[in-house]
């Protein structure tokens, strides 16, 4: 099993930059994807931000040229660089990995989720 740690979630004012980290541990080689999602209160869970091993990223629209996804093989981490914060992006963010392998010819899939970290954004 894959287990995830988020680091980096605060409070920043408008206009402010963040940075926060998700390290993966465990069955770390059959991961294949990780992001990270985002909730606001009373709001479902929605995509930031995603990346493959092979560095393929996707970007959700509310953060095109606003967020940066990055991660560190070597260290099984991926970042997620926020610039230009608004009041709107102040949400519990969440660590995402998929993980997956083949059975019987079939591959399977399976999400693993980390805790969360709440960011808070306001003057």
């Known amino acids: 099993q894959v287990q995830l740690v988020e680091t980096g979630g605060g409070s920043v004012q408008p206009g402010g930059s963040l940075r926060l980290s998700c390290a993966a541990s465990?069955?770390?080689?059959?991961?294949?994807?990780m992001g990270w999602y985002r909730q606001a209160p009373g709001e479902p869970r929605e995509l930031v931000a995603t990346?493959?091993?092979?560095?393929?990223?996707n970007y959700a629209d509310s953060g095109k040229g606003r967020f940066t996804i990055s991660r560190d093989n070597a260290k099984n981490t991926v970042y997620l660089q926020r610039f230009s914060l608004k009041p709107e992006d102040a949400a519990v963010y969440y660590c995402n990995a998929v993980e997956s392998w083949v059975v019987a010819g079939v591959d399977q899939y399976r999400d693993i989720w980390g805790q969360g970290t709440l960011v808070t954004v306001s003057s």
């Open positions: 465990g069955r770390t080689f059959s991961i294949y994807r």
């Open positions: 990346i493959t091993t092979g560095g393929r990223t």
